[in-house]
């Protein structure tokens, strides 16, 4: 990063401090239906979203909801443990108290970014609004309504990987209609063959994940598949991350003034993500892979010190990794000068 000390000051100062560009739906919006959900009461209403430019790039953070991890996980766990299946009791009960990380249905924001370069707009990941949706998703479509941005003017929608909180923004709520037609669909060919392969028939039978084959075949026409490390838009790279998933890749944007990197479900938690590394996730396929992925990923950020976009981190979810021995920390953007 050119002058990465003194770019990442600034940026903190002039664009996450205030938090400039959140806002909550005003009230004209309440009661109209878009292509997402829409409610006439508040349960419903969009939550707000984050603005900045870095370079020439203009970056904006879309609140599509959130949901809870109780939504998620099996009756006979209690789903804070998920994200240590793999640690004593004990410890984790004494970790997760010191980051009050308490037992009480932990919330997952979900968080799609639109990427505007000079040449094409560019959504990452699209939320989750299809059938089996948690009820307080399924607001992206509101949030570009919000800030003016036209479903056909999106050029290409990248994604992390097909769990239907990335990709079920991708079609409505009938999975007979595309939201954004005149955009290109990229995903790795790796997580595609997975989610249309006969391995993934036991995963299918879940409600929640049962609509993905469906989804895929209605994009076909979309769907651009890529390969490990490819260039996938203007100035963004693929990075493999597998692990979460087969195909799971982050995405480097090089804005030309500084490098963001869009970790998908790589990185879930502020905490056990970055201090835990090799602390299990029970949501990962391969929690092996998923923790060598971890360490790679966490690596590159701050080799490269790169601002990290996390889809569920705690909205807008910005912020960097710094290294701590033999892990890492979070700090979030805008928190103090540096």
Same mark, same amino acid.
Not at 20 to 49: C, D, I, R, V
Not at 188 to 197: I, L, V
């Given at each position: 990063?050119?002058?990465?000390?003194?770019?990442?000051?600034?940026?903190?100062?002039?664009?996450?401090?205030?938090?400039?560009?959140?806002?909550?739906?005003?009230?004209?919006?309440?009661?109209?239906?878009?292509?997402?959900?829409?409610?006439?009461?508040?349960?419903?209403?969009?939550?707000?979203?984050?603005?900045?430019?870095?370079?020439?790039?203009?970056?904006?953070?879309?609140?599509?909801?959130?949901?809870?991890?109780?939504?998620?996980?099996?009756?006979?766990?209690?789903?804070?443990?998920?994200?240590?299946?793999?640690?004593?009791?004990?410890?984790?009960?004494?970790?997760?108290?010191?980051?009050?990380?308490?037992?009480?249905?932990?919330?997952?924001?979900?968080?799609? &970014?639109?990427?505007?370069?000079?040449?094409?707009?560019?959504?990452?990941?699209?939320?989750?609004?299809?059938?089996?949706?948690?009820?307080?998703?399924?607001?992206?479509?509101?949030?570009?309504?919000?800030? !003016?941005?036209?479903?056909?003017?999106?050029?290409?929608?990248?994604?992390?990987?097909?769990?239907?909180?990335?990709?079920?923004?991708? &079609?409505?709520?009938?999975?007979?209609?595309?939201?954004?037609?005149?955009?290109?669909?990229?995903?790795?060919?790796?997580?595609?063959?997975?989610?249309?392969?006969?391995?993934?028939?036991?995963?299918?039978?879940?409600?929640? *994940?049962?609509?993905?084959?469906?989804?895929?075949?209605?994009?076909?026409?979309?769907?651009?598949?890529?390969?490990?490390?490819?260039?996938?838009?203007?100035?963004?790279?693929?990075?493999?991350?597998?692990?979460?998933?087969?195909?799971?890749?982050?995405?480097?944007?090089?804005?030309?003034?500084?490098?963001? *990197?869009?970790?998908?479900?790589?990185?879930?938690?502020?905490?056990?993500?970055?201090?835990?590394?090799?602390?299990?996730?029970?949501?990962?396929?391969?929690?092996?892979?998923?923790?060598?992925?971890?360490?790679?990923?966490?690596?590159?950020?701050?080799?490269?010190?790169?601002?990290?976009?996390?889809?569920?981190?705690?909205?807008?979810?910005?912020?960097?990794?710094?290294?701590?021995?033999?892990?890492?920390?979070?700090?979030?953007? !805008?928190?103090?000068?540096?």
């Amino acid at each position: 990063m050119k002058n990465s000390i003194y770019d990442r000051r600034q940026f903190i100062k002039h664009n996450a401090a205030a938090l400039t560009g959140f806002a909550l739906a005003p009230s004209f919006l309440k009661g109209q239906e878009s292509n997402h959900k829409m409610k006439e009461n508040n349960l419903y209403k969009p939550l707000g979203f984050y603005h900045f430019t870095l370079g020439e790039i203009d970056i904006t953070i879309l609140n599509d909801g959130y949901f809870y991890l109780s939504e998620i996980t099996p009756p006979d766990m209690h789903q804070v443990e998920g994200l240590a299946v793999n640690v004593p009791d004990e410890v984790r009960r004494e970790y997760f108290e010191s980051r009050i990380l308490t037992p009480k249905a932990p919330r997952l924001p979900i968080s799609p &970014v639109l990427v505007e370069t000079k040449h094409e707009r560019i959504l990452i990941d699209s939320g989750w609004s299809i059938p089996g949706a948690s009820e307080t998703a399924g607001q992206t479509g509101s949030m570009l309504e919000l800030i !003016g941005v036209d479903v056909k003017s999106i050029d290409k929608v990248l994604l992390t990987h097909a769990h239907p909180d990335h990709l079920g923004g991708l &079609v409505d709520n009938s999975i007979k209609n595309v939201i954004f037609p005149n955009a290109e669909v990229i995903l790795a060919e790796k997580e595609f063959e997975f989610w249309t392969g006969d391995d993934a028939l036991p995963l299918l039978e879940s409600p929640a *994940l049962s609509p993905i084959p469906d989804i895929l075949k209605k994009l076909e026409s979309q769907l651009r598949l890529i390969h490990p490390d490819d260039t996938v838009a203007d100035n963004i790279q693929s990075i493999p991350t597998p692990g979460h998933t087969p195909g799971h890749i982050s995405l480097a944007l090089d804005t030309g003034n500084g490098k963001i *990197l869009f970790t998908g479900d790589a990185l879930v938690n502020i905490h056990t993500s970055f201090e835990r590394p090799d602390w299990h996730n029970f949501w990962d396929m391969d929690r092996e892979e998923a923790a060598r992925s971890r360490h790679r990923i966490l690596n590159h950020a701050t080799t490269n010190d790169m601002l990290i976009i996390g889809f569920h981190f705690p909205f807008p979810g910005m912020g960097y990794a710094i290294r701590d021995g033999d892990a890492y920390r979070w700090y979030p953007a !805008g928190t103090t000068m540096l």
